[in-house]
Nanobody, 126 residues
Framework: QVQLVESGGGSVQAGGSLRISCAAY????????MGWFRQAPGKEREAVAT???????YYADSVKGRFTISQDNAKNTLYLQMNSLKPEDTAMYYC????????????????????WGQGTQVTVSS
């Protein structure tokens, strides 16, 4: 079992920055891909960024060039650095982990991730 705990969300004005974190506890050797997803009110949960290794990352088109996903394996922590934030980035952000080996490929669909955190709210005002 893996427990994921997000932190670092908050309110910021458009153009500002935030870094959210996800600490993993438990059997942290038992997952391969990790990702950040977000869900705005009335919308489906969507993938923001995923990571398998530092050189194997994915970003949604809407955040490319503004967000950076990274992980500190020594601290079992996943990060999402968010710069140049826009009001449309407002959402609940969730950390997720996939415990199945998929040949080094990280998927971007919700169903492929079997561990989830409780979420951290990010609100961007104009």
């Amino acid at each position: 079992q893996v427990q994921l705990v997000e932190s670092g969300g908050g309110s910021v004005q458009a153009g500002g920055s935030l870094r959210i974190s996800c600490a993993a506890y438990g059997h942290t050797y038992s997952y391969y891909c990790m990702g950040w997803f977000r869900q705005a009110p009335g919308k489906e949960r969507e993938a923001v960024a995923t990571i398998y290794t530092r050189d194997n990352t994915y970003y949604a088109d809407s955040v490319k060039g503004r967000f950076t996903i990274s992980q500190d394996n020594a601290k079992n922590t996943l990060y999402l650095q968010m710069n140049s934030l826009k009001p449309e980035d407002t959402a609940m952000y969730y950390c997720a982990a996939d415990s199945l080996w998929r040949g080094g490929v990280c998927y971007t669909t919700v169903n492929e991730y079997n561990y989830w955190g409780q979420g951290t709210q990010v609100t961007v005002s104009s």
